[in-house]
């Protein structure tokens, strides 16, 4: 295990950030609410935080348990206090997706055991099953009376905890969004919510604009991602690229954070040729890989903004970043490894490979190292010594520079031949009549494995099967070029903006002749 180098004096964690920002600007907004425009000040948000931990702790919670929030997006105040709280408490916040469906969320209880459920009234009568799997529940708006009033867990007594919480212990059990099989819990110390240990010594004030949920790893480095800069964290609880070209437009948020898919549907709209982004500063744009061709759509309408691609996982955190001022040499890239972190590229032996050459990819940090909750067989494959394996295909090139081409496990065989489906669909992706793309293997009796894609055409526009697969002869060897492509209204996706290919494979009933 690499051990935290830093003691803890030095490491300002999350709940004495709020609690240092909360003394100097308490009026200052931390986070607003693009939906409504309610806001939430720093010292509104460490008062009530506080207020809910004397709760929690009258109620016979303490460190080490888990509190499972499953508060929806379109509560983000609520979840922002009710994190802060289990934190003050040295509880562990189990973040739920409550997207999931009820049987989902009771596989992550009974794995979780929590003691505490926090939910949001909508998922409760959703999913009743799931408020019932535990004995202690508080509902936020408190409609049901067989649920406790969130409300009515605030102490009167707004006086800080003083919980002494060390780098090294659990603050989070995230839950991986399970693209590749079933969800498992990654277990977070506090000294790994973040990548900066950065204080502004002044407010800006100026706008974050997100609406990457804070149950996600990219939402979860935002909770207090933008107050570390000085900014206030803007968020647009439901993405829609026409409410976010207009949210901008109208607020002028000066940066922004963006999934690969939301870039997709934004540079799709019909408003985004037109649509002022002039405010933007920064994108950022993280937690999969994106086509170049969408890349250089979008930046090309923000000359003067710096768009950032970077890369991290949940077993691990943020890894790699775009250092500011690259200018776009490196266009595809997820940047350079953070300070602290450290990348290789393994071949299936595990021996690095030459500079260039594809191979998984391999990360070690000074961080402290995570695991799986109760899962040990499973932490020792992903992290065999002190180096973790990521399951990720990438290279890293003669600058230093990360790129991510794919998932192992979705690597294509097809009839001798290794195929990335990340360069088949980055090749799609450069027609100008689709929007969005995904590529996988699929059974074949003879070559083992042949290659299908998916497809999502421009509103208004066709494309016939046989011109895509034209047009990919012109860039892509004929082994690589899909023989069946389906076209589909849209491609499903989880939380993080990551296509379920699973569902594509099950579901693909109406395909193109082989």
Known sequence: ??????????????????????????????????????????????????????????????????????????????????????????????????RLGGPEMLRILAHAEPSLLLASDRVLKAHPEVGSALDLVASTEGSDPAYLRWRDLLDADSARIDHHLSPLDVADIMYTSGTTGAPKGVTVQHGGLSSTDRVPSNWLGLGFISSSP??????????????????????????????????????????????????????????????????????????????????????????????TCGYGMTEFGAVTSVPMGDGGQHLGSVGKPLPGVAVRILDPDGTEVEVG?????????????????RDEASARATWPDEWLLSGDLGLVDRDGFLWIVGRQKEMIIRGGHNIVPGEVESAIFEHPDVTD?????????????????????????????????????ERLADYKVPRRIT?????????AGKVLKAQLLTGDQQRSAS
């Open 1 to 98: 295990m690499v051990e935290w180098p830093f003691g803890d004096d030095m490491t300002l964690l999350q709940t004495e950030l709020l609690a240092q920002l909360a003394g100097t600007f308490p009026r200052a907004v931390a986070w607003r609410n693009l939906a409504d425009g309610s806001e939430l000040s720093l010292g509104h948000w460490h008062t009530q935080s506080n207020r809910l931990a004397r709760g929690l702790m009258a109620r016979g919670l303490g460190a080490g348990q888990r509190i499972v929030l499953a508060i929806t997006e379109d509560e983000p105040f609520p979840w922002l206090i009710s994190y802060m709280a289990v934190h003050r408490i040295g509880a562990v916040a189990v973040p739920l997706n409550t």
């Open 214 to 307: 804070f149950s996600t790893t990219s939402g979860s480095l935002l909770i207090c991602g933008p107050m570390r800069g000085g900014l206030s964290g803007w968020f647009l609880p439901h993405f829609d690229p026409a409410q976010w070209l207009e949210a901008v437009a109208a607020s002028r948020p000066v940066a922004a954070f963006l999934v690969p898919a939301m870039v997709q549907l934004i540079v799709a709209h019909p408003d985004f040729e037109s649509a002022d982004l002039s405010s933007l500063a920064v994108v950022n744009i993280g937690s999969a890989p994106i086509a170049t061709e969408t890349l250089r759509h979008f930046g090309a309408r923000l000359p003067k903004a710096d768009i």
């Open 357 to 373: 050459q594809v191979g998984q990819v391999s990360i070690r940090g000074n961080r402290p190292r995570r695991t799986y909750w």
């Open 437 to 473: 793309a995904a590529v996988a293997g699929i059974p074949h009796p003879v070559l083992g494995e042949d290659i299908a894609a998916w497809a999502v055409l421009r509103d208004g526009h066709a494309l016939s099967t046989d011109a895509l697969r034209a047009f990919l002869l």
């Open 487 to 495: 076209f589909v209204e849209s491609l499903a996706r989880n939380e």
